[in-house]
Structures are given as C-alpha cells and as structure tokens.
C-alpha cells in the first residue's frame, strides 16, 4: 500500500507546515500536525480565518484519500471536489503548532461527508468544519 496520505500532498500542505501524525482506519480519521509560519497571522496576531478553512480542508481531504486507500487500495484513492465548507471559529488559532483531525463521516461513490477540528497544545478545540465533498480520481488516474 502507497500510504499516499502520510507525505505532502500539496505545495499547500507544505507551506501550510503539514507533518503526518497517524492514521486510525477503524475510526477513519487522520491526525495532522500544522505549523503556521509568521505570514500566517492576521492583524489580532493569530492565524487568519481563511487559512483555517485551508488546515480544516487539508485533514478532511487527507483523511477520505487515507479511507479510500485503506478501502480500495492504491488505484482506489479518491479526492474530495468540495460543494461545500462549514465552518465554526471557537477560539483564536494561534501562531504555533496545532492539531488536526479529519474523519470520513460517510463515503459513497458519488458523496462524502467529512467532519474536521483544530485543536491546541492542550486539546482544546479551536474551530470546527464539515465538508460535503465529491470523492473524484486523482490526476491522472481516472477510472
């Protein structure tokens, strides 16, 4: 098995500080570290609300590829095409080191839903997001 999900996936991923952390299949859910760099910041000196959106979709994204993996193997691999993002800020993100965790609520052939949340040092949860997502091939792999 590839376990595509454990490097970069993106430009993005790397710029965002992406770092694997694991992979629980059981629970489909895939924990992701995030290291915002300094540019990051937003004027209140934590991280800027987009860019959160980005963290969230990042792990959600990851954690249906590490399902679909899992489930179907390498040829098997799926990435969401999102029709949509909610998203809850609960607390200020801050400049350093968060947690992420996405999980596949569901996915069939032709929808997934993801749920995703930061959370701090201390486990407290930052900000919250659910996505409803098509699960489509990767580039060059379409079947």
């Known amino acids: 098995m590839a376990r595509i999900y454990e490097g970069q996936r993106s430009p993005s991923a790397e710029l965002m500080g992406s770092e694997f952390v694991s992979f629980d299949e059981e629970r489909g859910e895939l924990t992701t570290r995030f290291t915002p760099p300094p540019s990051f910041a937003s004027p209140r000196g934590a991280v800027q609300g987009g860019l959160i959106a980005g963290?969230?979709?990042e792990?959600?994204?990851?954690?249906?590829?590490a399902v679909t993996?899992?489930?179907?193997?390498?040829?098997?691999?799926?990435?969401?095409?999102?029709l949509d993002m909610n998203l809850t800020f609960l607390r200020m993100v801050p400049l350093e080191t968060i947690?992420?965790?996405?999980?596949?609520v569901k996915?069939?052939?032709?929808?997934a839903?993801?749920?995703?949340?930061?959370?701090?040092?201390?486990?407290q949860v930052l900000a919250r997001?659910?996505?409803?997502?098509?699960?489509t091939p990767l580039p060059g792999r379409e079947t």
Request: glycine content about 16%; overall charge negative; charged content about 25%.
């Open 55 to 57: 963290f969230l979709d």
């Open 107 to 111: 996915a069939g052939k032709r929808v």
């Open 129 to 135: 997001a659910t996505s409803t997502a098509l699960p």
């Open 59 to 65: 792990v959600m994204g990851g954690a249906l590829l």
């Open 69 to 82: 993996e899992a489930k179907f193997g390498e040829e098997g691999i799926r990435l969401p095409l999102n």
């Open 113 to 123: 839903y993801l749920e995703g949340e930061l959370l701090d040092s201390e486990g």
């Open 99 to 104: 947690t992420a965790k996405g999980r596949v």
